[in-house]
């Protein structure tokens, strides 16, 4: 369990994780890998969300997704770029998470992801929280977290 103090603080800037769906570049699930790839080369970014004509979340899409089409025996073949859609290789499982925040859960999670998809509860694409905005907030946390607390140690405390 968090500690109280902790979530205190990260809870109370919370609503600065959040990076706007209109902010945060992504794909149609319908588009050709050739687009995708351009979009992903442009944003330089490794992944990025999937969505549908009505802004749903339906997978994510990452560079390598891409690039493992286009390989063959005999070397690189692009051709597959223009056949095949982002639905055909994009990963439908997406961690999401949902307003309000659980600053728990989204810690776990950003573990062994490097966004975190934040949707509706109609699965609308709200935006992303990424690591790097949480670490941005651990670091605001390391820094004042004695100027609003009293930290002492606990003599009673056993490390198990």
Request: glycine content about 4%; proline content about 5%; charged content about 25%.
């Amino acid at each position: 369990m968090i500690s109280k103090v902790v979530e205190k603080m990260l809870g109370s800037r919370k609503n600065s994780y959040l990076i706007p769906a209109d902010m945060v570049a992504n794909v149609s699930e319908s588009n050709h890998l050739n687009h995708a790839l351009l979009v992903l080369t442009k944003v330089k970014y490794a992944k990025i969300p999937v969505l549908d004509k009505k802004q749903h979340i339906k997978g994510l899409l990452s560079l390598s997704m891409i690039t493992d089409t286009m390989l063959g025996l005999n070397g690189i073949d692009p051709s597959h770029l223009t056949r095949l859609t982002v639905a055909d290789v994009m990963d439908t499982e997406v961690p999401t998470i949902h307003q309000p925040y659980d600053i728990e859960e989204i810690l776990h999670l950003l573990v062994n992801q490097p966004f975190l998809v934040v949707v509706d509860d109609d699965s609308l694409f709200k935006g992303i929280i990424t690591r790097r905005e949480v670490m941005k907030e651990v670091n605001y946390l390391a820094h004042e977290l004695e100027k609003e607390y009293e930290v002492k140690p606990n003599p009673g405390y056993v490390k198990i």
